[in-house]
């Protein structure tokens, strides 16, 4: 009797489990969707936060302490209240040292070309009557005054731009091209290659202010004690130092707000050129839509006006005093076309050679994104030849991009104009036929050292 009631009991007892065993499989099933969906998103968005990460360590950064050194750093990445006040204490410090070498320059007679002048006074009579001539005269003008204003309104410009009216431009462009390049760390290579160009330069021009800070020490004193205001402070022990140290300091300003200013023109460019060259390979391999790629180029449309019409401005003021610059150093060379000595000879092509490579920067970067701008216009050809890789698309999405890429019609523009390589190039010719034709007529004298 209990035996046979044991049974039906095991039994049920059995059945009972075998009942409960599909719902904990269908359970655990489940979960198992739940861990993969959940792993899927994580693989899906741990490559992009990561790049986003090493883009903001290893490129904004120390692209923002670059700014900042020229006391040009974007507000938007100032998210404290200090740190706003240090960022405009920075531009304050800067435009006070820019002023005072202006002055300085004046002062002490060295020119925009970086050689002192000789004393060309108007009125032939002494004292203060002569300098209020030299106020009025062309030497002031056209020597000091007109390119401390471009060189001043170039400085002012740039502070708006990145600090003020940036938008977040130049963040959103960074993170674009980190996340759509294959090899971000030689982005970050070549910014460091820009700015170690930059600090070339820079040294090299401080090392020439230098090198005519010393040589021409006593004519910085003289000009410097000839006005009736500053003759009292001339007379004083280890002046001709202090005014040597103070303009070696303030030109060293001069040349790296001009050096950050050009450096960080041709890094846009080159992140553009970058941006649009990714956006193209992934077009040709079908690895983004047609109709994104379109977004996406219509983005970069906005990012490149906003070089056109912001960033190249401030470019524009600097790059026309650097041709001044270079074309007045060159008339410096003809002054004495008897005989000249080649060091000093050197020193003056050096001088040259500097204000041309920093003129003609922006206008080799500028070139370099219209030609791939151009690129641009043969996508919809060259993804309508290759039916197997987007096989997939159909030929009315096929033809919209065929026509949407032939009428892109983008170029890279400085003073408000299309650079185009070609005329660059002629350019460069013309210069390179200048710089022979100026050796041919300059008697360089290689004995007299």
């Known amino acids: 009797m209990d035996q046979s009631t044991a049974g039906p009991a095991k039994i049920t007892s059995s059945s009972n489990t075998l009942s409960h065993t ?15 969906v959940i792993i899927d998103e994580i693989t899906e968005a ?25 006391g040009l750093r974007p507000s938007a990445t100032d998210l404290e209240f200090l740190g706003r006040w240090v960022g405009h204490l920075q531009t304050i410090l800067v435009l006070v040292l820019l002023i005072i070498g202006y002055v300085l320059q004046f002062l002490c007679g060295l020119s925009s070309k970086n050689n002192y002048q000789k004393q060309s006074l108007i009125s032939t009579s002494a004292g203060d009557t002569g300098h209020y001539g030299l106020l009025a005269s062309g030497e002031a003008i056209f020597i000091y005054l007109v390119p401390a204003l471009l060189h001043l309104n170039g400085y002012i410009m740039a502070v708006f731009i990145y600090r003020f009216a940036d938008n977040e431009q130049l963040q959103s462009l960074v993170e674009r091209v980190f996340i759509l390049s294959n090899n971000p760390r030689r982005l970050v290579l070549t ?41 009292g402070m001339a007379r004083w022990e280890g002046t001709g ?84 610059y270079t074309v007045a150093s060159v008339a410096h060379l003809f002054r004495d076309m008897t005989a000249c000595p ?50 997939n698309t159909s030929s009315e999405d096929l ?50 050292f």
């Not at 490559?47 to 120390?62: G, M, Q, Y």
């Not at 390589?421 to 290689?446: K, Q």
Request: glycine share 4%; net charge positive.
């Open 46 to 70: 741990e490559p992009t936060s990561v790049t986003l990460r090493f883009c903001k360590r290893k490129f904004l950064r120390p692209f923002v302490i670059i700014l900042a050194s020229a």
């Open 399 to 448: 033809n919209t991009v065929l026509l949407y890429a032939s009428s892109l019609k983008m170029s890279a523009k400085l003073f408000r104009m299309p650079v185009s390589a070609h005329y660059l190039c002629f350019l460069v010719l013309v210069c390179f036929i200048g710089i022979v034709t100026f050796g041919m007529c300059l008697n360089i004298s290689l004995g007299r």
């Open 191 to 231: 910014l460091w290659l820009y700015f170690g160009l930059g600090l070339a330069w820079l040294a090299a021009s401080t090392t020439y202010v230098a090198l005519l800070g010393t040589n021409g020490a006593n004519t910085c004193v003289e000009r410097f004690s000839s006005f009736q205001w500053m003759a």
């Open 241 to 324: 130092e202090l005014l040597k140290v103070m303009l070696i300091v303030t030109l060293f300003f001069h040349d790296l707000v001009q050096m950050v200013v050009i450096v960080s023109y041709g890094l846009m460019c080159y992140m553009l050129r970058c941006y649009l060259q990714a956006l193209k390979e992934k077009l040709l391999l079908h690895t983004i839509e047609p109709l994104n790629w379109m977004r996406e180029i219509c983005e970069f449309r906005k990012l490149l006006h906003h070089l056109n019409t912001r960033i190249s401005l401030p470019v524009a003021s600097l790059t026309v005093l650097n041709l001044s």
């Open 342 to 391: 080649i060091n000093i000879f050197t020193a003056s092509l050096a001088n040259v050679l500097l204000w041309l490579v920093i003129a003609l920067i922006p206008f080799f970067q500028a070139a370099s994104l219209t030609v791939t701008c151009r690129q641009t216009q043969s996508c919809g050809h060259l993804i309508s030849i290759r039916p197997f890789v987007h096989r």
């Open 22 to 36: 599909p719902d904990a499989s269908h359970s655990s099933d489940l979960e198992c969707i739940d861990e993969n």
